[in-house]
DNA sequence: CTGAAAGCGCTTACAG
DNA sequence: CTGAAAGCGCTTACAG
């Protein structure tokens, strides 16, 4: 491809320096005469000058570059995180480096690293659920980062953008008692991070204000996907104990809930009430459409990166390293509200 | 956060030269004794020592970086491309930047002129349905670029990867008129793009293979949403001509047919056979499930970005300027085949 | 086996 | 209003 010009070079036909062709071309250009400037915007024009963005991230030490670390653009949960982080971003002149973990640890690790290697001026980091310690690298990482959505107790992050999950939980399982369900299960992807904790008290919570005892073998616990909805109906309709409400982890462990209970011949919502957590994409396109709690997830992904950007900014002004960042991450901590979001069918 | 240390700062420590510790840290150190090797691990070590990748690429010219500009990263067509791109990448040690363009010409040149200022070795790019011309930003990119998805004939672009559309609409087409349906309308996303017109040519193709006359009437052009479905099932209903079958151009459109045909009293596959294209993800959990011929995304994705790499490194050491790149991209023209996915209900 | 030096393309005080 | 110079953190011939 064709190599592009330097200032250098554009100097020299100008008969000018190199310090007033970069002051020109970054519009720091007030003292500098009208013919000069006009020449030199008049050559780079000639010969389409593009910035080697390089250099100058050399010099100034900002790459105008953020990473978001997910565990995989293809779950449905994810996309809408990911515009969000990337129409933030866009509007403040900065790109994004999107990576994949697969909720693998080691990859995660591999990633900071590589977005540290390239500068990158901060991260935005949805980690694995299976990270409950082991954050060295993280300790280890020179760079600003966010957490989303699942949220543990650490030090080396500057903000945490999280959901009100026990608050819709709690939203979820109510709908579903003061609908008349009385048996209701929680299929729940996992158990240890603080988003799962959260969900299971509103559970807890909604049925203990009823003084509905908890049964342990109603909750169930295995992962965030459509298989394990499947096989959790199986297990509780196997089950002596019977059932008719499940209030599910996310989405697409309820949509395999119904389609398990469907096969066993068994109506949604007539003989159980389901309600999901999440709301992607597909909730309202599958049969009966998913009454669940909406998780404002494009927010979520456009307010960290707001979070993170600003952050970037005003410790490059105020020239701070935060060290503290105890106080940092209370006041760069955004809880966003969930909301209930009732689908009925069209049949 | 805290500051890196530098390889000028490692080699004070060794009492060595920074050429010494860059050779050593670059794994060229075949000639350096394995006492000062040591000595310049153990240190870097120590300290935490990151490479600023910045002034590497200043010299070497390169990031190992990526571009890859897409519509919108929330249709559900789109996040499986981009983990076939990131897979491929990462497994060569590449980073991918990506964009969202909403399909607008303004912002995929922008996102273009970004992209080669951040220097990225190459971009994969599915441009705007729009973009039938004006490729003018193309032109003055500095950059290896590779087409997937829509097709142009376009001078600026080493490669492509597209999908045996043709084919494929002639598969979905047939697949209807095998079974039994007679009156096979068309609905189109666009009409434009190569993509499109190698839909229309399969569907016409499949009906002219059985004498039977194409109705103008039955091609109904807008775009690849759900909303579009909808309308267009509307007006196909509305009108004289009785339809029994509709092949969509995209999953999006047939997930909203479906809907409409429902709300109508009519069944899917009953009274209307419907055939989508892309299998996207959900297409598999709307009821009735979507029959749909499946474009292999993720291959598309990753295979483009075994392409583009592949070339990049191809170009480095050849150290040539591909100025003819008409060749290359006969020869980096990636034809991937389509696949007839056909789905029953489960009730 | 190792070092001195040039240079990648830029920005930023500083001097005039 | 403009230029000379230093330097960002590296790599890469070249010399010894």
Same mark, same amino acid.
């Given at each position: 491809?064709?190599?592009?010009?330097? @200032?250098?070079?554009?100097?020299?036909?100008?008969?000018?320096?190199?310090?007033?062709?970069?002051?020109?071309?970054?519009?720091? *250009?007030?003292?500098?005469s009208e013919a000069t400037r006009e020449k030199i915007l008049y050559i780079a024009q000639k010969y389409n000058y593009t910035p080697n963005t390089m250099a100058r991230s050399l010099i100034t030490k900002q790459t105008r570059t953020i990473g978001l670390v997910i565990p995989d653009i293809v779950n449905p949960?994810?996309?809408?995180?990911?515009?969000?982080?990337?129409?933030?971003?866009?509007?403040?002149?900065?790109?994004?480096?999107?990576?994949?973990?697969?909720? =693998?640890? =080691?990859?995660? *690790?591999?990633?900071?690293?590589?977005?540290?290697?390239?500068?990158?001026?901060?991260?935005?980091?949805?980690?694995?659920?299976?990270?409950?310690?082991?954050?060295?690298?993280?300790?280890?990482?020179?760079?600003?980062?966010?957490?989303?959505?699942?949220?543990? *107790?650490?030090?080396?992050?500057?903000?945490?953008?999280?959901?009100?999950?026990?608050?819709?939980?709690?939203?979820?399982?109510?709908?579903?008692?003061? !609908?008349?369900?009385?048996? @209701?299960?929680?299929?729940?992807?996992? @158990?240890?991070?603080?988003?799962?904790?959260?969900?299971?008290?509103?559970?807890?919570?909604?049925?203990?204000? !009823?003084?509905?005892?908890?049964?342990?073998?109603?909750?169930?616990?295995?992962?965030? $996907?459509?298989?394990?909805?499947?096989? &959790?109906?199986?297990?509780?309709?196997?089950?002596?104990?019977?059932?008719?409400? @499940?209030?599910?982890?996310?989405?697409?462990?309820?949509?395999?809930?119904? $389609?398990?209970?469907?096969?066993?011949?068994?109506?949604?919502?007539?003989?159980?009430?389901?309600?999901?957590? *999440?709301?992607?994409?597909?909730?309202?396109?599958?049969?009966?459409?998913?009454?669940?709690?909406?998780?404002?997830?494009?927010?979520?992904?456009? $307010? &960290?990166?707001?979070?993170?950007? $600003?952050?970037?900014?005003?410790? !490059?002004?105020?020239?701070?390293?935060?060290?503290?960042?105890e106080d940092l991450v209370q006041e760069n901590t955004l809880l966003l509200p969930t909301e209930l979001i009732v689908r009925k069918s069209t049949k």
């Amino acid at each position: 491809m064709k190599k592009s010009i330097t @200032i250098k070079e554009i100097a020299a036909e100008a008969k000018v320096s190199i310090a007033t062709v970069s002051m020109v071309l970054n519009k720091k *250009d007030k003292k500098i005469s009208e013919a000069t400037r006009e020449k030199i915007l008049y050559i780079a024009q000639k010969y389409n000058y593009t910035p080697n963005t390089m250099a100058r991230s050399l010099i100034t030490k900002q790459t105008r570059t953020i990473g978001l670390v997910i565990p995989d653009i293809v779950n449905p949960f994810f996309p809408e995180i990911a515009r969000g982080v990337e129409d933030k971003a866009s509007e403040f002149g900065y790109s994004v480096i999107y990576c994949n973990t697969d909720d =693998k640890i =080691k990859r995660e *690790d591999k990633y900071i690293k590589v977005l540290t290697e390239k500068m990158v001026d901060g991260i935005i980091f949805a980690h694995s659920s299976d990270r409950q310690m082991g954050f060295d690298s993280l300790d280890k990482c020179k760079v600003p980062i966010i957490l989303i959505d699942r949220d543990y *107790d650490n030090r080396n992050v500057i903000g945490r953008v999280i959901v009100e999950n026990k608050e819709g939980a709690y939203m979820a399982t109510s709908y579903l008692l003061n !609908r008349g369900y009385k048996n @209701i299960a929680y299929i729940a992807g996992s @158990i240890t991070t603080a988003t799962a904790i959260g969900r299971l008290e509103g559970y807890n919570r909604a049925l203990a204000d !009823r003084n509905i005892t908890v049964k342990n073998s109603f909750i169930k616990v295995g992962e965030y $996907k459509m298989q394990w909805g499947i096989e &959790a109906v199986e297990q509780l309709l196997n089950e002596n104990e019977p059932i008719d409400g @499940i209030f599910c982890g996310n989405d697409l462990i309820a949509i395999g809930a119904i $389609k398990k209970l469907k096969e066993r011949g068994l109506n949604v919502p007539g003989d159980v009430g389901i309600v999901g957590f *999440d709301d992607i994409y597909l909730a309202s396109l599958v049969e009966p459409p998913l009454t669940t709690i909406k998780q404002p997830n494009y927010e979520m992904g456009y $307010k &960290a990166a707001e979070l993170l950007i $600003k952050n970037i900014e005003k410790m !490059r002004l105020d020239r701070i390293k935060y060290e503290n960042k105890e106080d940092l991450v209370q006041e760069n901590t955004l809880l966003l509200p969930t909301e209930l979001i009732v689908r009925k069918s069209t049949k």
